[in-house]
């Protein structure tokens, strides 16, 4: 039982070049997050699933684009990459809320650094 | 929406002290509260949550209180350990989407 798994670990992009992050979970959670954490900033919310098939903007999307076409995989997309965006992104993963909060599982991060 | 901020953004102390961090949020709506400890290279792992019927929970050296009044919840350490230097977040989730919204963090280096 991997848990929340993230590829890559590190890159480094040129600005306006892109890239595909890659989560995969194996709990069969249904919802799953992906989180950018920067300095003093902790972490903020770019975009979530609460289902196979469907996504939503979290607190920061610009910039952005995610897709959940499995219920194990979200995958974060950056068409055209810009310095601001460097910074460490999590994936992260939660049973369904029901009628209470879940515990978010996080993967280990991609540190991801456009120049 | 849900703002929660946390303080002190860095806490030192020395083994066998005991650490404390607070947290208001703003959202009265809010009712689950968990706390996420992140070592160097790995990501946030929850150490204990709170639901809003319950004003304390503790589990071995870690408790968290509530205060709904006040809106402010606070995790307590006691006899600290070099192992629980780590970065510490609160977190606040409301009843409807149960996203949580993030404080922004507490360094909490423990001296042997």
């Known amino acids: 039982n991997a848990g929340v798994t993230q590829t890559p670990k590190f890159r480094v992009l040129k600005t306006g070049q892109s890239m595909t992050l890659l989560c995969a979970q194996d709990?069969?959670?249904?919802?799953m997050y992906w989180y950018r954490q920067d300095p003093g900033m902790g972490l903020r919310l770019i975009h979530y699933?609460?289902?196979?098939?469907?996504?939503a903007k979290g607190e920061v999307p610009d910039g952005y684009n995610v897709s959940r076409l499995k219920k194990q995989n979200f995958l974060l997309g950056l068409e055209s990459a810009a310095p601001s965006q460097t910074s460490v992104y999590f994936c992260?993963?939660?049973?369904?809320?029901?009628?209470?909060?879940?515990?978010?599982?996080f993967g280990n991060g991609t540190r991801l650094t456009v120049t | 929406g849900e703002n929660v901020e946390q303080h002190p953004s860095t806490l030192s102390v020395q083994e066998g002290d005991s650490a404390v961090i607070k947290c208001t949020y703003s959202?009265?709506?809010?009712?689950?509260f968990p706390w996420y400890k992140q070592e160097l290279g790995k990501g946030p792992q929850l150490i204990i949550d709170?639901?809003?019927?319950?004003g304390e929970k503790k589990d071995q050296r870690i408790a968290v209180t509530l205060n709904k009044t006040a809106k402010h919840f606070s995790l307590h350490i006691t006899e600290t350990q070099p192992e629980d230097s780590a970065v510490y977040f609160c977190?606040?989730?409301?009843?409807?989407?149960?996203?949580?919204?993030f404080g922004r963090g507490t360094s909490l280096i423990v001296h042997p």
């Open positions: 977190a606040a989730a409301s009843g409807g989407s149960y996203i949580p919204t």
């Open positions: 699933s609460v289902g196979e098939g469907t996504t």
């Open positions: 959202d009265s709506a809010s009712n689950y």
């Open positions: 992260a993963s939660s049973r369904s809320y029901g009628d209470r909060g879940q515990a978010l599982h």
């Open positions: 709990m069969n959670h249904e919802y």
């Open positions: 709170i639901r809003s019927n319950v």
